[in-house]
Every structure is written in structure tokens, then in C-alpha cells.
């Protein structure tokens, strides 16, 4: 019998995930990456939370599954604390028509496939954005300013470390060029605002860029026919929660089991089944996520006095704790 074949477009998290999971289920793949080759430039770039449920269904995808220990570090620490300081993208004329019967959308939060299905969803711009930047230090480990920053942060490398002050976020996004005079702006701010270790950290990082945040507001439908959307396409995230890898890497493993367990003959059964899993912890992820920005950054919330990390009550502090996030422990049944 011809296996049934998924066209997965996009090749990051959600899309590689998803072509695993989905062999596994007895499926042909096929994954379209529009980026020609691997991201240029330093290779010490984002750091990525894996929970529990995601490190088993990557476990589970590897031929040597010690490898994921191998090159990862536990993540001991989720530390919020207060401050208190007054392309590679190439294109072709040639077109190749691939015909399959699944489409995945797994081309991240600017999906063109979401665009095409539901024309009147927009991404929603946050109101704020993002300074980021990688220091490399690997040949400076002993500088003045690594020592001073491991000691203003003792227990960095061991967690997701987060500075709360006035006017400040560190953290989806779409990412802009910045001239020389937005990055001194911003070198000057850094002074004002942070423990002078970490401004001196700031100054010292190559090539810094900006990164406006957006998030999405949840969708109500994520397949149709015979076409899905998972990841970054399915539920735009803002990174308060540190979610949206976590969320692809469900995505791709609940939909490789819907297919698995409906089989390709009832196609429309198992993306019903993967909707009705999916959607509804992504929708309370994706609030989730975006109030906890909110509180963050010390913004207005309906129900809130905007968030003071000088003043606020241990219980105000309970929402920012990394284990607080709905759904964050809970391994849907489907993967049991
Ligand atoms: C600057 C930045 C920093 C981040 N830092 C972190 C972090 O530290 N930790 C973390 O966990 N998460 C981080 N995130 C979030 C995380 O990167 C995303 O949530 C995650 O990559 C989503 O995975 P995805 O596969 O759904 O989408 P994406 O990673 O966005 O991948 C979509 C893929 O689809 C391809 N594509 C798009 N359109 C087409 C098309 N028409 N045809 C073919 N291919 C296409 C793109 O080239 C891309 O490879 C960060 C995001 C940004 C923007």
C-alpha cells in the first residue's frame, strides 16, 4: 500500500519535529525550508527551555538519545529579580509542484499557510520590544567583566534569569536593524537602568539588535481539510513563559499520534483530534504568556495595579514563576 505523505513547510523546531513524529506514524515526508543552509554568525545564539514532556519526545526521535543530556544543561534556576535603579533567504524562479496529502504550516509566526486560511487574523504588536545580542566570551573567560557579572549573577549559567525594572524587558518578534545612534541611546539607558556589571556586558556585546514584540491573538481553527498549522503558525507567543519551542515540539508529537491512531483513510477524524487537544492549552498558554509580559514590564492589567518587583507581595510574584504556567507539567493522554 502507497504510504500517505505530509508536505511539511517550514524547517525549524516545529517542522523537523513534526517530520519525526510523523515517520515514526508511518508516514513519507517531505520538509520545504526556504532558508538555503544553517543560520551564519555566532552559534552560542538563543538558549531554549526544554520541559520534561519535551525532552521525552525528543529523546524519543533520537537514535542516541544521550545525546540530548550530552550538550544540555539542567535548568535549576527560574530567577526573577528586581532592579531598583533610577539571511540567508534565497529565491528561485524555479517551481517544483509537490504533491502529498497533508500540508503542515510549520513556517512560524509570520505563516504565509495561516495568512492563506484565516486572511483576517493579524499578529498584535505587544507595545513594547527587545534588545538582544550574544556575548561570546569563550576566549575571555577570566576578563574583568566576566568576573564581574558572575559575581553580580552567582548563580547565572544555571537558569533563565530575569532583571526587573522600570521601562526593561529582556526577551518574539520581528527583528530590526539598528543604527549607531539607537545603540548608544540605548548604552546610555543601560547605565541608568541596570547593575553597572550587566551595562558593562551590554557595551561590550557585538552587533546588538532589536526585536519588536507580537504575539497573536489565539486562533479558533487550526486545520482545515486536509492542511494544519502547528508551532510559531499555530499560536504566536510573546517569550515571557519561555513556551513556544515546548508548544511546537506537543504539537508535532500530538499530531504524529492522531494520524498514528485515525490512520490516513480518516484524516479529517485525527486533525479534529489533534485540534481538540492542541488548541485549547495553547489558547490558555498564549494569555498566559502575554499577562505575565504585561506584569513584567509593569503594564496596566484589567484586573491589576500595574506590577512593582521593589514592592510586590511574595504571592504577586507567584504568577512570574516558570512553574506557575498552565499546562506545564500536564503530558496530554494521546502521549501517555
Ligand atoms: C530573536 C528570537 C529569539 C528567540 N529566542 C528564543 C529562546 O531563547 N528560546 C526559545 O525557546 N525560543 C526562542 N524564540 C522563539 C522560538 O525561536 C520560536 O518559538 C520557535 O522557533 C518556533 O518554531 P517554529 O518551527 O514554529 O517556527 P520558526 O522557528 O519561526 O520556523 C519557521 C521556519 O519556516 C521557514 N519558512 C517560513 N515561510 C516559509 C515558506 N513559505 N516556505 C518554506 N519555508 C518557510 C522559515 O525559514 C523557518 O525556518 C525566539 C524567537 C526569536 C524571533
Redesign the pocket.
Known amino acids: 500500500m502507497r504510504k500517505p505523505k505530509a508536505i511539511i513547510?517550514?524547517?525549524?523546531?516545529?517542522?523537523i519535529s513534526c517530520a519525526k513524529a510523523l515517520i515514526l506514524a508511518g508516514w513519507d515526508v517531505v520538509v520545504?525550508?526556504?532558508?538555503r543552509g544553517p543560520p551564519i554568525g555566532n552559534p552560542t545564539g538563543?538558549?531554549?527551555?526544554l520541559n520534561p514532556l519535551s525532552q521525552k519526545m525528543v529523546k524519543s526521535w533520537l537514535h542516541q538519545p544521550d545525546l540530548l543530556h550530552n550538550i544540555t544543561l539542567p535548568l535549576t534556576i527560574g530567577q526573577n529579580r528586581a532592579v531598583d535603579r533610577e539571511k540567508n533567504?534565497c529565491g528561485t524562479d524555479e517551481i517544483i509542484d509537490v504533491v502529498g496529502d497533508l500540508l503542515v504550516a510549520?513556517?512560524?509566526?509570520?505563516?504565509?499557510v495561516r495568512q492563506t486560511f484565516l486572511p483576517d487574523s493579524k499578529l498584535r504588536y505587544t507595545g513594547y520590544c527587545a534588545w538582544?545580542g550574544v556575548f561570546d566570551f569563550s576566549e575571555n573567560e577570566n576578563s574583568e567583566t566576566i568576573q564581574g557579572i558572575r559575581k553580580a549573577y552567582p548563580e547565572l549559567g544555571n537558569g533563565v534569569h530575569v532583571d526587573l525594572g522600570p521601562g526593561t524587558h529582556t526577551g518574539?518578534?520581528a527583528?530590526m536593524k539598528v543604527s549607531s545612534d539607537m545603540i548608544k541611546k540605548m548604552h546610555q539607558e543601560a547605565e541608568k537602568i541596570w547593575v553597572p556589571e550587566f551595562a558593562r556586558v551590554i557595551k561590550e556585546t557585538k552587533e546588538p539588535f532589536l526585536?519588536l514584540m507580537y504575539d497573536c491573538d489565539p486562533l479558533t481553527q487550526i486545520y482545515w481539510d486536509n492542511v494544519v498549522l502547528?508551532?510559531?503558525?499555530a499560536h504566536p507567543?510573546t517569550?515571557h513563559c519561555?513556551r513556544?519551542?515546548n508548544m511546537?515540539i506537543a504539537d508535532a508529537a500530538v499530531l504524529g499520534k492522531c494520524l498514528e491512531r485515525w490512520g490516513p483513510e480518516n484524516l479529517h477524524s485525527a486533525l479534529e483530534e489533534h485540534q481538540s487537544v492542541r488548541l485549547p492549552v495553547t489558547t490558555k498558554q498564549v494569555l498566559h504568556s502575554r499577562r505575565v509580559g504585561q506584569i513584567k514590564l509593569g503594564l496596566p492589567t484589567p484586573d491589576r495595579e500595574p506590577f512593582d518587583p521593589n514592592t510586590a507581595s511574595p504571592e504577586d510574584c507567584e504568577i512570574l514563576k516558570q512553574r506557575r504556567l498552565p499546562f506545564f507539567d500536564d503530558v496530554p493522554s494521546i502521549l501517555e
Open positions: 513547510v517550514g524547517g525549524s523546531i516545529a517542522g520545504i525550508e526556504k532558508t538563543a538558549g531554549i527551555a533567504i510549520a513556517d512560524g509566526s509570520c505563516s504565509s538582544r518574539d518578534s527583528t526585536n502547528i508551532g510559531d503558525a507567543i517569550p519561555a513556544s519551542t511546537a
